[in-house]
Nanobody, 116 residues
Framework: QVQLVESGGGSVQAGGSLRLSCEAVGSTFNINIGSWYRQAPGKQPELVAV???????NYGDSVKGRFTISTDNAKNTVYLQMNSLKPEDTDVYYC??????????WGQGTQVTVSS
């Protein structure tokens, strides 16, 4: 059973930074694709960023140039560095991974709050 453990959320003022971490805990689990989504209550999830095992990345238009997704394959961890945060970035952020065996897993979500 794979478990994704998220950390790093919190409250910050506009212009500040946060780094989210998502560790895949499981003896044989290897991340093939890692991604971050965010979702506000009553809204559809929004793709924030995605990264493949070989380093290909893609970002949502609203975060390009401010957020950076990365992985540490040795630690089975996906990171999201968020800079120049804006109040509209306030949301619950979810990590999603797809293993090399095609197993899809979601994290429990972590709250990010940006005040103006």
């Amino acid at each position: 059973q794979v478990q994704l453990v998220e950390s790093g959320g919190g409250s910050v003022q506009a212009g500040g930074s946060l780094r989210l971490s998502c560790e895949a805990v499981g003896s044989t689990f290897n991340i093939n694709i890692g991604s971050w989504y965010r979702q506000a209550p009553g809204k559809q999830p929004e793709l924030v960023a995605v990264i493949s095992r070989d380093g290909f990345t893609n970002y949502g238009d609203s975060v390009k140039g401010r957020f950076t997704i990365s992985t540490d394959n040795a630690k089975n961890t996906v990171y999201l560095q968020m800079n120049s945060l804006k109040p509209e970035d306030t949301d619950v952020y979810y990590c999603k991974t797809i293993s090399q065996d095609g197993v899809v897993s979601w994290g429990q979500g972590t709250q990010v709050t940006v005040s103006s």
